[in-house]
C-alpha cells in the first residue's frame, strides 16, 4: 500500500522537536563581525558612551533604540531594493522573462516591518506579511540572521526566498503563508480563534505565550469580500488578540484609489468592534501643524486628493511648493514655511506620513493596553524612498541601474558591499548588532510539534443497515465517536458554514457542544421544544459554528489545521460542506492546501444523486479539484464499511509528516450494503483506490468501473452484462485520487496496473461515476484497454435519481449502451 497521500506542499519533514530560530545564525549567516567597517562617521564620543549604557543598563535607552532602529529601517528598504534589482538585472536570465519584484511596495512598509519586527511582536505573536513586501520580510529576516545571503541572491529563483512569503517553501519561519491578497489577512483572524480554541480547551502548553496575530495589509486587500465574511465571523466571535496594520499608500496595482472608500472601510472596523487607530502623520508634520498657522497647512493636506497627493509625491519639492504657493502663498505661516525650506526639505516635510515615522509608529503599537482587535491605519507612500516614490504605475516599476547606483552612493554604500548588513549605517555596529541578537520576536519557539494522537484499530460505528447512505454512515460514526472516551475523540473539532445539521454532525454536536467563550445553554430544550439536535454553546465545544461563507470555512480548517506547529496542540479539523460550494471557497481551499494544513473535508451530499434540489446544488467537477489540488486527497468511498476505513485512514494521514489534508466527497443517496467483513487486503484495496467488487475471470474481455453512489446501477447493468460475458468484472473505485496518483509515480508496478491485470489486453472499460467523467477516464491508459467514460458534463435539474441518472446517461440502460458499444469496438478491432 502507498501510505503517501499526495504529494503536498512541503519538502522534507519538519525538524526537530520545538526548533527554535532564535539565537543561531546559519549558514551563509550575515557577516556581523565588530572589524566591518563604519562608513562616512567617528565612532568615537557618543557611540562609546551610548554602547556602555546600552552595557550597563542592560537596557537601551529609547533614543538610542530609535536611532538602531533608523538604521535597521534604512538597510531593509536597500537590502529589498536591492534584492529585486539584483534578481532582475544582475542573475543571468535562461528564459528572458522578467522577474520581477515589488520594490515600491516594499519601501511602503520598511518602517512598519521594522517597528513590528525589530521592537514591537513578542515571542507569541505570528504574522502574515502582504505578499508582496516579501522582499523586504525576507531583509528583515537576514539582519536577524534568520535568512541566508544566497537564498536571497536567489530570489524568486529555484530554493530561494520566495516571491511571496511561504510557510512550506521558505526557510525563514514564515508564520502564514501570503499570495492571494485578502486570505493571509482573514487567516490571522482565523488563527487567533484557534488559539482561544485551544486555550480554553486547556490544550495548549503551559509556557506558550498567549499571543497576537498579526497582519501587514495592502491597502487594497481590503476589496476582497473575504476579509469582511471574516471581519463579521470574528465579531460574532468576538476575536481577541488580533492586529491588522494596514499600509495605507492609497494605490493598488492599477490606479490610485478614492478617498471615500476608506471612510466605509473604518466605519466597517468601528462597527465590528475594533479599535481603529489612525497613524496620519509623522513628528515633522505634526510640530508643523503645531507652529502658529500650522492649521492651515493640515487642512491642506487633509483636502488634497490622493491622486493629486501621489503626483505631487513624484514630481517633488518644486511640484510641492508651486502647489502650495498657489494655494496658501499668501498666507504668512505658509510662507515661512516655504521660505525654510529646500525643496528636498519641503518634499521631505510634505510626505513626512505616520507610516514612515518610526516614532510616531511605536507609540500607536506601545500604547496599545488590551486585547481587543486593533486595525492600524499607517498612512504610507508607495515606493517612499525610492524613485517611483508616487508615480501611480509605482507597483511593477523596477529601478534602472543608475537608479540603484544613486541610492546606493546615498546609503553610503560603497562598490561590492551591497549586501553587506551593516555598510554605510551610521550607528556603532557592536551595538546593532547586540540590537538584533536581543529582538525578542527572533527567539522564539517557530514551530512546535504536538505528539499525534492514537487512532484505534476501528472506528465505532453503531448499528449498521442493510440499506444506508454514505453520509448517514459519516454522520453516525461521529455520534459514536462523540459518545466514547477516545483520545481521538477528544481531539477532533468539527466546524461547518451553517450546514451542520445538513451534513450529518447533529449527533456529534449534541455531544460535544458549539465552542463559544461565552456559555449558552439550549433554549429550544430548555423550552421542552424537541430537536434531535442539541445546541449548547460553550467554551470546551467542539464545533465551530460558521455562517454561510466557504471561505471561512477553509480559511478555520487552515488555521485549525496548524495548531498543532502554531500552538503546540493536535486538533483533528473536520469541515463540512455541499459539495458544490467547494467552488466557492475554493482559492481559500488552495490556500490552505498551499500551507500545508491539516484537515479531513467532507463534502456532502455531492453529485445529481441529490436530485430534487436541483442544478444549483449538483457538482459535477469536484472529483477532478480533488485529484487536481496537491496536499489534499480525494476519497468517495461508496458503501458504509468504506467510510469507516477511509475516514480512519484520514484521522492517521493528516498527523504524518508526510500526509496531508483529506478530501471524501458524500452522498444522501441511500443503497444496498454489500454483506462483508471487512479485512486487511481488502482494507487495503480501498485506501489504494480500488478493488474489484464482482472479480473478473482471467482474460476476461470486458468490465465496470464506477465510483460512490451509482453502485446500485453499476451493479445490475454488470448483471445484464455477464449473461453474454459472465467472465466480466465490476471494479469500485473508491479513491480516483490514489489510484491515479499510484498509477503516475509506479506504471505497470501500481494498483490500478495490477488491478486491471487480469482482463485481456484489448478488454473493454466502462466506467461511470455522478461526476465528471474525465474523473476515470484516464483508466483506459493504464493497460491501453478500450474505454468508455460516463459522467457528467452538463447542468442538472430537480428530478428524481432515475430521470436525472437517465438525462446524465448514467443510468443501468446508459451503461449497458456504452457496454456494447465496447464490446462492438473490441470486435471490430479483432476483425
Ligand atoms: C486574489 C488576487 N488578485 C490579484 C492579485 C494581483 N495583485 C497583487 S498585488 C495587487 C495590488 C495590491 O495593492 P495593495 O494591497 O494596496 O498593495 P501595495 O502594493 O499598494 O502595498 C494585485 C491586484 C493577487 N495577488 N491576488
Ligand atoms: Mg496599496
Known amino acids: 500500500m502507498r501510505t503517501g497521500g499526495k504529494p503536498g506542499p512541503r519538502g522534507p519533514p519538519p525538524a526537530a522537536e520545538r526548533r527554535s530560530r532564535g539565537g543561531g545564525w546559519p549558514d551563509g549567516r550575515p557577516r556581523l563581525d565588530r572589524s566591518e567597517s563604519v562608513k562616512g562617521r567617528s565612532r568615537a564620543g557618543a557611540v562609546v558612551a551610548r554602547q556602555a549604557v546600552v552595557e550597563t543598563a542592560g537596557e537601551i535607552g529609547a533614543t538610542e533604540k530609535l536611532e538602531l532602529l533608523r ?197 466597517f472596523f468601528a462597527t465590528v468592534g475594533w479599535n481603529v487607530v489612525t497613524v496620519k502623520y509623522g513628528k515633522k508634520l505634526q510640530a508643523a501643524f503645531a507652529r502658529p498657522g500650522g492649521e492651515v497647512l493640515k487642512d491642506w493636506i487633509d483636502a488634497c486628493p490622493n491622486d493629486l497627493y501621489a503626483a505631487l509625491t513624484f514630481k517633488g519639492g518644486a511640484a510641492w511648493r508651486a502647489h502650495l ?119 522564539r519557539t517557530e514551530r512546535f510539534t504536538a505528539p499525534p494522537v492514537p487512532v484505534p484499530a476501528v472506528l465505532p460505528m453503531g448499528r449498521r443497515t442493510v440499506q444506508t447512505s454514505t453520509q448517514e454512515t459519516f454522520g453516525r460514526i461521529m455520534g459514536e465517536l462523540a459518545r466514547s472516551d477516545l483520545p481521538l475523540a477528544e481531539r477532533i473539532v468539527t466546524t461547518s458554514p ?77 469541515g463540512t460542506l455541499y459539495d458544490p460550494f467547494i467552488a466557492r471557497g475554493l482559492d481559500a481551499l488552495t490556500y490552505a492546501c498551499y500551507q500545508g494544513a491539516r484537515f479531513v473535508l467532507v463534502a456532502t451530499p455531492s453529485g445529481v444523486s441529490l436530485a430534487p434540489e436541483g442544478g444549483a446544488h449538483q457538482s459535477i467537477g469536484t472529483p477532478l479539484v480533488g485529484m487536481a489540488q496537491p496536499g489534499l486527497t480525494y476519497l468517495e468511498p461508496a458503501f458504509a464499511d468504506e467510510v469507516e476505513v477511509a475516514l480512519r485512514w484520514a484521522f492517521a494521514h493528516i498527523q504524518e509528516p508526510e500526509g496531508g489534508a483529506v478530501y471524501l466527497r458524500l452522498s444522501t443517496r441511500p443503497i444496498a450494503q454489500p454483506d462483508r467483513r471487512m479485512d486487511a487486503a481488502l482494507e487495503r484495496a480501498i485506501l489504494d483506490g480500488g478493488y474489484w467488487l464482482v472479480p473478473p475471470s482471467e482474460g476476461a474481455e470486458f468490465a465496470i468501473a464506477f465510483t460512490g453512489a451509482v453502485a446500485p446501477e453499476a451493479r445490475a447493468a454488470l448483471e445484464a452484462v455477464r449473461e453474454e460475458v459472465p467472465g466480466a468484472g465490476l471494479l469500485c473505485v473508491t479513491s480516483p485520487d490514489r489510484l491515479f496518483a499510484g498509477w503516475r509515480a509506479e506504471g505497470r508496478a501500481s494498483w490500478a496496473s495490477r488491478l486491471l491485470a487480469p482482463l485481456a489486453p484489448d478488454a473493454g472499460l466502462v466506467t461511470v461515476l455522478d461526476g465528471h467523467p474525465a474523473t476515470l477516464g484516464w483508466l483506459g491508459s493504464v493497460r491501453g484497454q478500450r474505454i468508455e467514460a460516463l459522467g457528467v458534463d452538463r447542468f442538472g435539474q430537480s428530478a428524481d435519481i432515475p430521470d436525472l441518472y437517465a438525462a446524465m446517461r448514467i443510468d443501468t440502460e446508459a451503461i449497458l449502451d456504452a457496454c456494447a458499444r465496447a464490446l462492438v469496438e473490441r470486435a471490430r478491432g479483432r476483425a
Open 498 to 574: 451553517d450546514v451542520t445539521v445538513s451534513t450529518g454532525l447533529s449527533a456529534w454536536v449534541s455531544r460535544r457542544h458549539v465552542f463559544n467563550r461565552k456559555e449558552h445553554e439550549d433554549v429550544f430544550r430548555a423550552e421542552q421544544v424537541t430537536s434531535p439536535t442539541l445546541w449548547r454553546e460553550s467554551r470546551t465545544g467542539q464545533h465551530v459554528e460558521l455562517g454561510i461563507a466557504e471561505n471561512n470555512l477553509f480559511l478555520n480548517l487552515a488555521a485549525l489545521g496548524l495548531a498543532h506547529e502554531l500552538f503546540g496542540a493536535r486538533l483533528l479539523p473536520v
Open 71 to 267: 538604521a535597521i529601517e534604512k538597510k531593509i528598504l536597500w537590502l529589498s531594493a536591492w534584492t529585486i534589482h539584483h534578481a532582475n538585472h544582475l542573475r543571468p536570465s535562461r528564459d528572458k522573462l522578467k522577474v520581477g519584484g515589488h520594490q515600491a511596495s516594499c519601501a511602503s512598509v520598511a518602517s512598519i516591518v521594522t517597528a513590528l519586527f525589530f521592537d514591537v511582536l513578542r515571542p507569541g505573536d505570528r504574522i502574515a506579511v502582504k505578499p508582496h513586501a516579501s522582499p523586504i520580510y525576507h531583509a528583515a529576516m537576514y539582519l536577524l540572521g534568520l535568512q541566508s545571503r544566497e537564498r536571497l541572491e536567489r530570489f524568486r529563483a529555484m530554493g530561494g526566498a520566495q516571491a511571496y512569503p511561504s510557510r512550506t517553501k521558505d526557510a525563514t519561519g514564515v508564520d502564514f503563508s501570503t499570495g492571494s491578497v485578502g486570505l493571509g489577512v482573514a487567516m490571522t483572524l482565523f488563527a487567533s480563534l484557534a488559539q482561544d480554541h485551544v486555550r480554553l480547551r486547556g490544550l495548549a502548553p503551559a509556557d506558550l505565550p498567549e499571543g497576537r496575530m498579526v497582519a501587514i495589509v495592502g491597502d487594497a486587500e481590503l476589496d476582497e469580500g473575504n476579509v469582511f465574511e471574516a471581519l463579521l465571523e470574528g465579531w460574532k466571535y468576538d476575536v481577541r488578540n488580533l492586529w491588522w496594520v494596514i499600509d495605507y499608500n492609497r494605490q493598488s496595482l492599477d490606479r490610485v484609489v478614492p478617498e471615500k472608500l476608506f471612510a466605509k472601510i473604518e466605519q
Open 325 to 443: 504657493e498657489s494655494d496658501l502663498g499668501r498666507n504668512p505661516a505658509i510662507r515661512r514655511i516655504l521660505d525654510e525650506h529646500d525643496d528636498a526639505g519641503l518634499a521631505a516635510l510634505m510626505t513626512n506620513l505616520g507610516g514612515h515615522d518610526l516614532e510616531a509608529l511605536l507609540e500607536a503599537f506601545h500604547a496599545v493596553a488590551d486585547d481587543r482587535p486593533h486595525c492600524f491605519i499607517a498612512y504610507t507612500v508607495k515606493g517612499y524612498g525610492l524613485p517611483m516614490a508616487g508615480h501611480k504605475d509605482a507597483h511593477a516599476a523596477l529601478m534602472t541601474p543608475e537608479q540603484i547606483e544613486t541610492l546606493r552612493a546615498a546609503h553610503g554604500i560603497p562598490p561590492g558591499a551591497e549586501w553587506e548588513p551593516f555598510a554605510g549605517l551610521e550607528v556603532d555596529q557592536g551595538a546593532l548588532r547586540r540590537f538584533l541578537e536581543a529582538v525578542p520576536w527572533a527567539r
